[in-house]
């Protein structure tokens, strides 16, 4: 006599529903790797090449997790399998700074009292134009305006202009001297 869970599903159902599963975890992986490889400038200012990407992706990548199976409960496991990857992966990221800064990055100098700091640039795929926009988005006008500009880790561009005034604070707590 078959298990109510079996009754339910069979068995070769549940191996079917484990293996969308487990390859929605394969496919979730993978497509966090090749995003981080292209840089966080291209995931900071998402233009229509990126927005076609992105669902050419979604579309290519649907067909390896879920296969022939275009039911409900197919879909609904990949979903969860990538719900439940995404909040775990969350909560590691926060949790470890180590891999916190190696899959999220940390913020770039691209701009260093008015001049660019071009192998920071080419390093990561931020163009001369690129700034200057932020540069105006900003309200200046010339580079020479800018005391710095730095690629956040969110792909977003800072500028701080030259002419605001530096406040510095006395340390918050004090080295160990050793005698």
Same mark, same amino acid.
């Given at each position: 006599?078959?298990?109510? =869970?079996?009754?339910? #599903?069979?068995?070769?159902?549940?191996?079917?529903?484990?293996?969308?599963?487990?390859?929605?975890?394969?496919?979730?992986?993978?497509?966090?790797?090749? #995003?981080?490889?292209?840089?966080?400038?291209?995931?900071?200012?998402?233009?229509?090449?990126?927005?076609?990407? %992105? %669902?050419?992706?979604? &579309?290519?990548?649907?067909?390896?997790?879920?296969?022939?199976?275009?039911?409900?409960?197919?879909?609904?496991?990949?979903?969860?399998? =990538?719900?439940?990857?995404?909040? @775990?992966?969350?909560?590691?990221?926060?949790?470890?700074?180590?891999?916190?800064?190696?899959?999220?990055?940390?913020?770039?100098? @691209?701009? *260093? &009292?008015?001049?660019?700091?071009?192998?920071?640039?080419?390093?990561? *795929?931020?163009?001369?134009?690129?700034?200057?926009?932020?540069?105006?988005? *900003?309200?200046?006008?010339?580079?020479?305006?800018?005391?710095?500009?730095? @690629?956040?880790?969110?792909?977003?561009?800072?500028? %701080?202009?030259?002419?605001?005034?530096?406040?510095?604070?006395?340390?918050?707590?004090?080295?160990?001297?050793?005698?």
């Amino acid at each position: 006599m078959p298990s109510p =869970l079996e009754a339910l #599903l069979p068995l070769d159902r549940l191996e079917s529903l484990a293996l969308i599963s487990l390859k929605s975890a394969i496919v979730y992986l993978f497509l966090i790797a090749g #995003l981080r490889i292209t840089g966080k400038r291209s995931l900071g200012q998402m233009n229509i090449y990126d927005l076609i990407l %992105i %669902i050419v992706l979604a &579309n290519s990548v649907q067909n390896a997790m879920v296969g022939d199976d275009n039911t409900v409960a197919g879909g609904m496991i990949s979903a969860f399998t =990538l719900i439940v990857l995404n909040r @775990l992966f969350t909560r590691i990221l926060a949790r470890s700074t180590r891999l916190e800064q190696a899959m999220v990055g940390t913020p770039v100098l @691209l701009v *260093h &009292n008015g001049h660019f700091m071009r192998d920071a640039m080419v390093r990561e *795929h931020v163009t001369q134009e690129q700034i200057l926009e932020a540069l105006r988005e *900003h309200g200046m006008n010339r580079i020479t305006e800018v005391k710095t500009c730095i @690629l956040e880790v969110d792909g977003t561009l800072s500028m %701080i202009p030259s002419d605001v005034r530096t406040h510095r604070t006395r340390r918050h707590f004090k080295a160990l001297r050793v005698q």
